[in-house]
């Protein structure tokens, strides 16, 4: 990318923020308003958001920016949008206060970005594709297309507030057995050393992975069972849990599907960040999906 093109760190946090964040602020708020724990946690989900986008997609594509760490994403944040003061717990204090026990100290949105931080660093911006062994699986996530294969369906606001975005659904490991588990790792141990994404392997299809993609995307679009038909299954790592990684199924729907659901041409996902990076495996157009949504 050529440097004329590179959008600058905090001209691409500011309007991160300004779509993401500023849409659930209060018109205004002081540090006596102490926000709901459901406000904390809303601001704290979009945030999330924010620090990712910045810290690794954006970086992904602008090598050459810096990489912020929590404390001066903190800083930088606070000054481009003073009305978060409230949600900053930690920031508030003096800076010779003592750091024991820090994260007792963080507020939810502190919390957040220290974890979204950490994560980001951990992916690594510098890597094609990051290395997801040994992970286990956190949730699944469905990419859905229409019966042609010529659009994908997507959802407003079901993960981050005021974006498109895949289906996904948490795995919860406490109604699966302990089968499953081990079926889940060693899903997760058959990824090729290349950096390429695993293909779940085809008993971990058939049982508890596909059943919750299936579930997920009957909840989500009312779409029913009979009408589905699993194309790929892949092992890709989590954007919303720290070494953890995600179960991504690519999924048809063989009937026409409700008019709430909207839908957008494939090929312009791909148009827009396929040719570019030639979506050299699957990792790097799932990844491209999530960032393409985020800015849509």
Request: aromatic share 8%.
């Amino acid at each position: 990318m050529d440097a004329s093109d590179v959008c600058p760190t905090e001209e691409a946090i500011k309007a991160f923020l300004e779509y993401l964040v500023d849409p659930i602020l209060p018109p205004r708020s002081s540090l006596r308003d102490t926000p709901s724990l459901s406000q904390q946690e809303s601001v704290a989900k979009q945030v999330h958001a924010v620090v990712l986008l910045y810290n690794y997609y954006h970086r992904k594509q602008c090598p050459d920016l810096e990489v912020l760490n929590f404390d001066s994403f903190c800083k930088l944040v606070l000054v481009l949008k003073p009305a978060l003061l409230p949600h900053m717990k930690f920031m508030q204090k003096p800076s010779d206060t003592e750091l024991d026990d820090l994260e007792k100290q963080l507020s939810v949105t502190e919390k957040t970005i220290m974890d979204a931080c950490n994560m980001s660093l951990r992916l690594d911006a510098s890597k094609d594709v990051p290395n997801t062994e040994g992970w286990p699986i956190s949730k699944v996530t469905v990419f859905l297309v229409d019966p042609k294969k010529e659009n994908c369906l997507l959802l407003f606001s079901l993960i981050t507030q005021g974006v498109w975005s895949v289906i996904e659904k948490d795995l919860d490991v406490a109604v699966h057995s302990s089968e499953d588990q081990t079926e889940a790792k060693h899903a997760n141990r058959n990824k090729r050393v290349t950096g390429k994404p695993s293909r779940v392997e085809s008993r971990t299809d058939g049982a508890s992975f596909r059943k919750l993609a299936y579930s997920a995307v009957s909840e989500a679009a009312g779409i029913n069972q009979t009408d589905l038909l699993v194309l790929e299954s892949h092992v890709v790592f989590s954007v919303s849990k720290e070494k953890a990684a995600v179960c991504f199924f690519i999924i048809q729907c063989t009937k026409t599907v409700s008019e709430k659901i909207i839908q957008i041409p494939i090929q312009d996902v791909i148009d827009r960040y396929g040719c570019r990076k030639r979506l050299l495996c699957l990792d790097e157009f799932y990844y491209d999906l999530l960032f393409f949504f985020w800015v849509l």
